[in-house]
């Protein structure tokens, strides 16, 4: 699989933004302290821009940002041969990687929070969408022979193209080492509101009060009964 299938497999904006805020809300759940979260969402990166991310904690990573323009995704595979630190001399992306990315999402390509301290944009996947767009876009690449996932979108991007919540499931328990309640991610994939409830399905212990914080920077809809505080006894 490479960047050219994702763009025929992710779905649109609308429900791309969607299903990240759901990854993040259930893996919040999962793991209430934080630590090793794979999936995040802020909705307030920029006062115009929201955020959905993905860290792995081995060096693969990705980044989607939502605006007004669009939507830009920016992966990277530490193990791709495309990686910009791979066998070349020059530390730049892999020819057509970013070459293509629009104005509308060209300052992204250097964004800080996506290139290293050299300025060197991390990045072996890109692609985009304009908001009017019915279609996602890539660059023109020319993968190197003889890898099956050359640059990295497979374990990247698994969750996304594969958008249902027994796709988490399976993640989930994998790397939690935990039993993780499908009828809770049906939920929450649904956007149907948190409650007390969800959540102790899918977390018993986790500190309720700490999931509405995470489910506010989300934006994931929260049940009136949360809003007023999680009952006690």
């Known amino acids: 699989m490479t960047v050219h299938d994702v763009a025929r497999t992710l779905p649109g904006i609308p429900a791309l933004h969607d299903l990240c805020r759901s990854l993040s809300m259930a893996e919040a759940i999962v793991n209430p302290g934080g630590e090793g979260r794979h999936h995040t969402f802020n909705r307030s990166w920029s006062r115009t821009e929201e955020l959905a991310s993905m860290r792995n904690g081995s060096g693969d990573e990705f980044d989607i940002v939502f605006s007004a323009a669009g939507a830009y995704v920016r992966g990277f595979a530490h193990e791709s041969p495309l990686s910009p630190y791979h066998q070349r001399d020059d530390y730049e992306p892999w020819p057509g990687v970013v070459d293509a990315v629009p104005a509308a999402f060209q300052r992204y390509v250097h964004e800080p929070l996506f290139t290293d301290e050299d300025g060197t944009p991390v990045v072996t996947v890109c692609l985009w969408r304009h908001a009017v767009a019915d279609r996602w876009e890539t660059g023109d690449i020319d993968f190197p022979e003889g890898h099956p996932d050359p640059d990295g979108t497979t374990g990247l991007f698994g969750l996304l193209t594969r958008p249902e919540p027994e796709a988490f499931k399976t993640f989930a328990e994998d790397y939690y080492e935990t039993a993780v ?42 049940s009136p009964a949360l809003r007023t505080g999680p009952r006690t006894d």
Do not use: F, W
Not at 196 to 203: C, E, T
């Open 181 to 222: 309640s499908l009828e809770a991610l049906r939920h929450i994939y649904d956007l149907r509101p948190l409650d007390q409830a969800v959540i102790a399905m899918l977390s018993p212990l986790a500190p309720v009060t700490d999931v509405v914080q995470d489910a506010l920077a989300i934006g994931y809809p929260i």
